[in-house]
């Protein structure tokens, strides 16, 4: 099985801003949730893991599969958002408010990462592993969580970029023989 998790909370996702690739660590609560996921997946034995580089995500990986070194990999970070990045979301720019509105129908606005180039890491990433044997830990963010369900779901059309995936959240897909399998959200 493939196992797709979001990082844990932030103080930047606290406090409710577009975080983006700014790099804050794990808060209280967010190891917390780490925690409870790690609790929940102990009879799991991860043969790999890969995390973004942002130390969010490397902290939840890390209490998940504390046994595993994992594998820092690139194309796991999050969307950059630019010059966006630690905007108020309660109080985005008009253009950042239509994009988020409607992700399939609207552009990324100036300077900030197009979601084609997120699926088309997410699809390079999701290539790399398939061959591998073993339960895999993938540790990383919302947008960049979304490509990945994007690129597993043929029939998705868009819909996981208008989802909303809460931190620690976790999604899982079978995984055989190269094959990697329509995900699906795993319940607490």
Known sequence: MIYIIRHGQTEVNHRQALQGRSDFPLNDA??????????GLKGVS????????LRRAVQ????????????VDER?????YGPYEGTD????????????RD???NSAPDGMEPLSSVSERAGAFLESIRNLDGNILISTHAIAMKGILEVLTPDAHGSYWSKYIGNCAVYCASHEK????????LTP
Request: aromatic letters at 12%; zero cysteines.
């Open 30 to 39: 967010g190891i917390a949730q780490a925690r409870t996921v790690a609790e």
């Open 46 to 53: 991860f043969a790999h893991v890969f995390t973004s580089p």
């Open 60 to 71: 939840t990986a890390k209490m998940i599969a504390p046994d595993i070194q994992p594998v």
């Open 76 to 80: 796991l970070i999050e969307m950059n």
């Open 89 to 100: 979301l309660n109080n985005l720019p008009p253009e950042v408010l239509t994009f988020f």
């Open 103 to 105: 992700f399939i129908h």
């Open 178 to 185: 190269g094959f990697i399998g329509v995900p699906f959200e």
